[in-house]
């Protein structure tokens, strides 16, 4: 699977571990920064792009990471397209893609371990959206938000 990953200082040492768990499942990964260490660097200049090449398909998913999460989630929710939500259990990882269609996984590098993480990022990876009526009428209603 083709996944992006982005963070900005708060989520950058998480980044850099899911980056590497990444590849040794088999994934592609397209990083989006940051690509060093600056702790005066805004979470939107990373978090916007991938999100960006999420909802254009030009990768199947997307994590981003910051200090809290919040702020990612709340960045790439910005964009057309996007589905991000801030993840802390494994019930979620996997029911927001699969009722949601989730396609950002949002972690707090300062919140989630690294051992944690990697769970959530293989459940949410694992998932599939249903396409179930109930959800396509919701998803729906909230493309229609987009507009």
Do not use: W
Not at 40 to 61: I, M, Q, S, W
Request: charged share 25%.
């Amino acid at each position: 699977m083709k996944i992006g990953i982005a963070a900005d200082h708060g989520g950058f040492e998480l980044k850099q571990k899911l980056h590497s768990y990444l590849l040794t499942q088999g994934h592609d990964v397209i990083d989006f920064g940051a690509t060093e260490l600056n702790s005066a660097d805004d979470y939107p200049d990373f978090v916007v792009p991938l999100a960006r090449a999420v909802a254009a398909k030009e990768v199947e998913r997307g994590i981003a990471v910051c200090g809290s999460g919040v702020g990612a989630s709340v960045a790439a929710n910005k964009i057309n397209g996007a589905r991000a939500a801030l993840i802390n259990d494994h019930f979620s990882a996997h029911q927001g893609v699969e009722d949601d269609d989730l396609n950002i996984l949002c972690l707090g590098g300062r919140v989630a371990g690294n051992m944690l993480a990697q769970e959530l990022v293989q459940s949410f990876l694992a998932a599939r959206f249903t396409a179930e009526e109930r959800h396509l009428r919701r998803l729906k209603k909230v493309q229609q938000l987009e507009k």
